[in-house]
């Protein structure tokens, strides 16, 4: 039986951005001692939840964004309506240059898992809206699907800008910071939606409907319809091994209106692992069940290297500089297997 997740909530309108300022006299995790150095004695409670958020848990709940509930219920419509076509007609808007649709086990997220059937879960992707490469729907299969999606991608993209300059400020860099490494400057943000049918598997092997693994790039903002499933993985190290096992799962309810946020690898690179990218992982579920991540990578050239307040002498880079689109590639690889 795994355990509820508590999760932090953060509050993204709070209009008082610097208020009761509390001293930080302990250091929750002793391999990083340093923290309350970069952090400094006084640390704003905001800063502090966000901090705490990203070290505890990877994952928090973030509300108050802008994102009005109509417009998530019109991408679930529409997300429904796709899904519902016709697999040969899906078919014609299969995955290329990671947009478009893929099919039932297309892949297998957990690349250790000895089996041979992928996770059991169907998807669309669309990308970046002005490079040209989205696939869209025809109008007079689904009208509204296209200006929807567009929309929805504006909007959580601008979303996403502004927690990352929380994060900034939390890790006690310029608010701007992610933006003057280019990181932001034609990010490679991704919407997926996602479809689940529910207990299709009659197999003897150990299907998921997303199998264990971490996000690839900085943040991933996420909504649900309600139905259970999302697990994370549990573990008290801060830079765990994560094929460590046992694992212990908890699991990660969802709340209206808000979005479920979690660290990605590329943050955790860039923090030293302070911020760390949680594994996770959806069940197999019962009844069908449909998810929006929306996946804020950074632009394809931006160079992930460690923070300078994130590491010392003693505490050295864990990872080499990488650009982004190659460590995205690699990643993409190993779950697509070309």
């Known amino acids: ?32 001692s340093f923290l309350l150095q970069f952090l400094g004695l006084d640390v704003e409670i905001w800063l502090f939840l966000v901090v705490k958020a990203c070290i505890d848990h990877g994952f928090f709940y973030l ?23 016709p697999v040969e007609q899906k078919m ?31 998807s669309f992707y669309v990308g970046p809206l002005a490079d040209g490469l989205n696939q869209w729907p025809l109008e007079e299969d689904l009208p509204s699907w296209r200006s929807t999606m567009e929309t ?6 601008s979303v996403g800008t502004k927690l990352l300059s929380l994060i900034a400020l939390a890790l006690r860099l310029d608010e701007d910071f992610f933006q003057k490494v280019g990181a932001l400057n034609e990010p490679l943000a991704f919407i997926r939606l996602l479809h689940y049918p529910g207990d299709l598997d009659s197999s003897s092997e150990e299907t998921y409907g997303a199998s264990a693994h ?12 309600g139905v259970p499933g999302l697990q994370a993985c549990s573990l008290s190290l801060v830079c765990r091994d994560k094929s460590k096992k046992p694992r212990v799962w908890e699991d990660v309810p969802s709340m209206k209106g808000a979005f479920i946020v979690n ?22 579920p019962k009844q069908e069940r449909y998810s929006v991540a929306f996946f804020l990578n950074p632009n394809k050239d931006c160079i992930v290297e460690c923070l300078e ?30």
């Open 92 to 122: 014609k808007l299969g995955k290329k240059n990671h947009r478009g649709y893929t099919q039932l086990y297309a892949e297998k997220l957990d690349t250790t898992l000895n089996t041979q059937q992928g996770d059991s879960k169907e």
């Open 214 to 225: 971490s996000d690839y790039g900085t943040t991933t903002l996420l909504v649900t319809d």
């Open 263 to 284: 660290i990605g690898d590329m943050m955790e690179r860039w923090t030293n692992c302070l911020f760390r990218s949680t594994l996770h992982r959806v069940l197999s």
């Open 309 to 338: 307040s994130c590491c010392s002498e003693s505490c050295p880079p864990r990872f080499p500089p990488i650009r982004s689109l190659d460590y995205l590639e690699e990643r993409l690889r190993l779950t697509y297997g070309s």
């Open 152 to 157: 929805y991608h504006k909007k959580v993209l």
């Open 1 to 32: 039986m795994s355990e509820v997740l508590q999760l932090p909530i953060i509050d993204l309108s709070s209009p008082d951005r610097i208020f009761n300022a509390n001293s930080i006299r302990q250091v929750f995790f002793l391999f990083f």
């Open 63 to 85: 509300v108050n964004h802008g994102v009005e509930e109509e417009l998530f219920d019109k991408v679930f419509e529409q997300s429904r309506k796709f899904f519902s076509l």
